[in-house]
C-alpha cells in the first residue's frame, strides 16, 4: 500500500511541476494580457444599420437584427442590399484570386 501511495505522489508532483513550470515558458501568453472591451448596445445598432455584411464577424443579436430590419424599409432596403451585394462579388473576387 505504501509503495503504490508513493507512486501516486510521485505523480502528483510530475503533475503539478509540469503545470507550474513548463518547458517553453516564454511562448506561454501571461494571464489578463488580452483587452477586453465593453459591450456597446448602440455601436452594435450602428454597425448592424451602416455597415452591414462588412462587420459581420463583429455583430451580435441587436446589430443583426438592426441589419435584417433595415433589409425592409422602402428605399433603404434597397440600397442595404446593393451595398451588401457588392461585399458578396469582393468575397467571390478574393477567393478567386488567391486559388
Not at 434597397?78 to 477567393?95: C, I
Amino acid at each position: 500500500m505504501d509503495g503504490v501511495a508513493a507512486t501516486e505522489r510521485a505523480r502528483c508532483e510530475e503533475a503539478q511541476t509540469t503545470v507550474d513550470a513548463p518547458e517553453d515558458a516564454d511562448t506561454v501568453a501571461p494571464l489578463g494580457s488580452e483587452r477586453v472591451t465593453a459591450y456597446q448596445l448602440f455601436a452594435d445598432l450602428y454597425r448592424g444599420a451602416i455597415r452591414g455584411a462588412y462587420a459581420l464577424d463583429e455583430l451580435h443579436a441587436p446589430g443583426l437584427l438592426a441589419w435584417i430590419l433595415l433589409g425592409f424599409v422602402p428605399g433603404v432596403g434597397a440600397l442595404t442590399a446593393a451595398r451588401d451585394g457588392y461585399y458578396a462579388f469582393e468575397a467571390v473576387r478574393d477567393s478567386r484570386s488567391t486559388r
